[in-house]
């Protein structure tokens, strides 16, 4: 799954789980046709950061998906060496 695609399927904290679950579990990726296969997952204070790195010589991509948290500012800073960071506030 390219990094676009994850970041349409990401509708809420509840797919961001269900995503974690099927990185950790390749048959339920099988079942719900998903390839995770270049993806992994860091938790994180309000929600997870996905890394997709597909080749070890191109930098790896980032996507957030974090719980909006109202009347709270929130610094989201990218990996080290991620080329790209896509932020979903979820609310």
Known sequence: MAPKELTQLLLGLNT???VVEAIDDPDLQSRRGW???HWRYNLVPWGVR???QE???VPPVEV???VR???RGTRVEAGEQAALSTVLMLG
Do not use: I, P, V
């Open 69 to 71: 948290l109202e009347g």
């Open 35 to 37: 390839d995770l296969s």
């Open 16 to 18: 961001a789980a269900d």
């Open 64 to 66: 957030l998906a974090l």
């Open 55 to 57: 080749r070890a010589d």
């Open 50 to 52: 996905f890394t997709y």
